[in-house]
């Protein structure tokens, strides 16, 4: 038969739950720290004085854990002091996080990597305009009956930029016409 034991009990006799009296003298005043039935408690958490495997063991806890899920940084910090305190606990739950591999590979990346450019190299016999790049410039006032400027650049042998007056309402067989017109009269 399988004997129940008591919350208390288990942290009377753990390593990780002692508290060290010597390192905990200064702390005390500078932290506003009070004693309650032999434990030393801050804002009602317990003070954890024990090294840093067990302080990473508090950590892991309500990290690792199916019900936490690896929740980040900020829900960690909140989870971890919910319970316990101890000088730094921000920075350790911090490097905790980050040094999770798993937050690490699911974590959403705010800062995306955009595509490499990748220029046109030109061709040396090219004659000109063979390879064009083809841009409109809309949204402008009216000028003449025209709101917008096609641009056509030769890429290859002149690297010359003809600007061509249009509408912003052309279709492609009118680009197309406007290119033939003014390019390749």
Not at 55 to 73: E, L, M, N, S, W
Not at 77 to 97: A, E, F, G, T
Not at 127 to 149: C, H, N, R, W
Request: hydrophobic fraction near 35%; include cysteine.
């Amino acid at each position: 038969m399988r004997k129940v034991i008591a919350q208390e009990e288990m942290e009377a006799t753990d390593p990780i739950y002692a508290q060290d009296e010597e390192l905990l003298k200064p702390w005390i005043n500078a932290h506003r720290l009070k004693k309650i039935k032999g434990t030393w408690y801050k804002d009602g958490r317990r003070v954890v004085t024990g090294r840093m495997e067990h302080k990473q063991t508090f950590i892991q806890a309500h990290h690792d854990a199916p019900v936490y899920r690896h929740p980040g940084i900020n829900k960690m910090r909140q989870l971890v002091s919910r319970r316990y305190w101890w000088p730094n606990m921000q920075q350790d739950v911090n490097d905790y996080v980050r040094g999770c591999a798993e937050c690490q590979r699911n974590k959403i990346n705010t800062q995306p990597t955009k595509a490499p450019l990748s220029p046109i190299f030109p061709i040396r016999e090219a004659m000109p305009f063979e390879t064009v790049a083809l841009d409109f410039i809309t949204k402008l006032p009216i000028s003449q009956g025209y709101d917008s400027i096609l641009t056509v650049t030769d890429h290859d042998c002149t690297k010359a930029a003809v600007f061509i007056p249009c509408k912003e309402s052309m279709t492609a067989e009118d680009t197309a016409g406007l290119i033939i017109q003014h390019i390749f009269p």
